[in-house]
């Protein structure tokens, strides 16, 4: 029973030791899945019709969904940011879906969390200069100079809490699976299976990357505020 | 104590056991958000999607500290640093 991230490659570049680990291997995957989707779609968005039908009616529904959730979370003013907050959306989504084909799901690792995260915060700060460019320093003492520490830290512990819980969520559903499938005799893995996987890993999947992106516009949100 | 290594693994087992007591008041708290959810659906039930979305919203953070003890758990049976040091020191 491995529940640890197996290293595939170690390749050397100018001297450091890169691993190349499952999690790696499998954003590739994902990437590959999600590039190939993409062309295939714009290939069928040549002939572009005003009255839309067939693959664009469902893209221009899926995007326009995306689009009006953010104006509704963000404001009409700042819900430029929405494309970034789609692609994190989709990725996380078809992790979530990947870990029922037996592979193990890039969001099962802290590692790529914690970079959605981070990018997250990164894009707080950014739009929080942007638009409330010396108010947003000053807010950080804004009761009093006292508090300054307490805002800071609650300023770090979001990205930390944010990957943590998408993190955890995954990786439970990893651990549970991974405790079937090697506890349980041959017969049993057939059919049963696909309703914990069903209920773990992709509902509970799902839910967590929904209250990921609407807890990033969130905090973007109160940043600019 | 005669073998030091097997102590410090027994209480790893113990401390991972005793991380996920958060999970008692993790329920309460979430039973409530949903209890009240359900109560201002029923009250108004035209604003129905609203409150699905911010209960959801408010389970993923009651749901949050319930996982930093399943991380401490996991981080004490898997990865626990003492262990991994003990080891080392005694070759």
């Known amino acids: 029973m491995n529940l640890e991230v197996n290293n595939l490659w170690v390749i050397n570049v100018f001297g450091h030791e890169v691993w190349i680990t499952e999690t790696i291997f499998n954003t590739w995957i994902i990437m590959a899945v999600l590039i190939v989707l993409a062309v295939i779609i714009r290939v069928k968005l040549r002939n572009f019709k005003v009255i839309p039908k067939g693959v664009q009616n469902l893209t221009e529904a899926a995007v326009e969904t995306f689009d009006n959730f953010a104006k509704d979370t963000v404001g009409d003013k700042f819900s430029y940011i929405a494309p970034w907050f789609f692609m994190v959306f989709v990725f996380l989504l078809t992790c979530c879906l990947f870990s029922v084909f037996g592979l193990r799901a890039p969001s099962a690792d802290w590692a790529t969390t914690f970079a959605f995260s981070l990018a997250t915060f990164i894009i707080m700060i950014f739009m929080g200069f942007k638009h409330r460019k010396g108010k947003y320093l000053k807010s950080f003492f804004e009761p009093n100079v006292i508090l300054f520490p307490i805002n800071l830290i609650g300023e770090i512990a979001k990205p930390i809490s944010l990957s943590f819980r998408l993190f955890g969520n995954m990786l439970s559903g990893t651990i549970l699976l991974t405790l079937y499938y090697s506890l349980t005799p041959w017969f049993v893995q057939i059919g049963i299976p696909a309703v914990l996987h069903a209920i773990f890993d992709v509902a509970f999947g799902a839910l967590q990357t929904y209250i990921f992106v609407i807890i990033s516009f969130m905090y973007v949100r109160g940043a600019v505020e | ?91």
């Open chain 2, 1 to 91: 104590m005669q073998d030091p290594l097997a102590f410090v693994i027994a209480i790893a087992h113990i401390a991972a056991a005793l991380a996920l007591l958060n999970g008692v008041t993790t329920t309460f708290g979430q039973a409530k958000i949903c209890s009240q959810a359900i109560e201002s659906m029923a009250r108004q039930p035209e604003a129905s999607d609203s409150i699905r979305s911010t209960m959801f919203v408010g389970m993923a953070m009651g749901e949050t500290s319930g996982i930093y003890g399943l991380l401490i758990a996991i981080v004490m049976l898997f990865a626990n640093p003492l262990v991994n040091t003990m080891v080392s020191y005694l070759g």
